[in-house]
């Protein structure tokens, strides 16, 4: 089959294996009176059969959404990940750090800091390089990994943090796949880009995170690292087995989102005839292909509730929905709430006690 070009290895055979048809950016939040269209693009995910990268096919330009505030879960994330890289040595008292960071925050500067490891400023080389879901955002990953491998220090070590396209695949999160994240990692398909600069994965720690995210360190070869230890083999190894190469497992996101995309549009259209009313909760970029895919409107859902005074007088990406502040639950009284962030569920519950929250499919 002849495909795009890969991001990481330029090979040209691979599997289209996710197609959620025109998307607008889904961090383009426009005013609730602009009446649209929104500007759409094809949002794919193609895995590239000589490396192993699923990665994103088209690369529309598309505005970064921009640091937000940092979610708890990311700050408690990055505490634990510094202790455990710590307790493995890898962090002593006077090395110098290179971060890459993600657009969307979750800096792990001033932790470093904390335990003496300081940023280098200008371009030189640094004992830890440190990528915390950055890479990601690169539409070239083999020249973004180029550039890291080459400020790792001699005898240093190279520490990508990502989301775990083996949690993608366990957790049906289809919903991941998004403009502006160009690469969906496994260990599989990291250590074969690795290996083309040089450097070889030695360990790994998984974390709660998103479902399950990993944090990898790696090695160059010619300082004579040690090969893959155990956690480093047993990840490998379970990703395979989940299937992170296969293109007819990855195919699962594909009946997951229709099957995910239909239970919504069938429960809301029920909803409605019956005369009751759904309001969507948490304006999140992730809501947005589903909210599209399923082909809902605000016949369906006439309006989604978000706390951020930001997101107050904007409407739904791709949708004529809007977002309207908290005091519209008490106001419309809604029948059923749709959350689109499980983990705001407690929250939700907690700030509005008179709601019970209804689940769509
Ligand atoms: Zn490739």
Known sequence: MDGPACRACRGRTGHLVLDLGEQPACDYFPRSDDPGPDPVYPLQMWLCSLCGLAQLVADPTVPEEPRGAEPAAL?????????????AGLLPDG?????YGSPH?????GLLAQRGVRPVHGGGPAEVVLDCFGLMHAADQSAALAERAARVAPGGVLLL????LGTIIRCGQWNTLRHGHYGYYSAPALTAMLAVHGFGAVTAWRFELYGGTVLLAARREADGADGPDGPMRSLLAEDIRVGVRDPAVLGGLQRDAEARAKGLHDWLVAERSSGRTVLG????????????RAGVDRSLMPAVVDASPAKQGLRMPGTDIPVVG????????????????ADLLQAVRAAHPELEAGGGG
């Open 75 to 87: 700050v408690a994330q990055a505490a634990e990940a510094v202790d455990r890289v710590a307790a």
């Open 95 to 99: 090395h110098r750090v290179v971060e």
């Open 326 to 341: 908290p005091a519209q639950l008490a106001a419309r009284k809604p029948d059923a709430v749709l959350l689109f962030l």
């Open 281 to 292: 909760y948490g304006a999140a970029s992730r809501a947005v292909a589903l909210l599209r």
């Open 105 to 109: 925050g979750g800096s792990w500067l």
């Open 161 to 164: 943090q990502y989301h775990s």
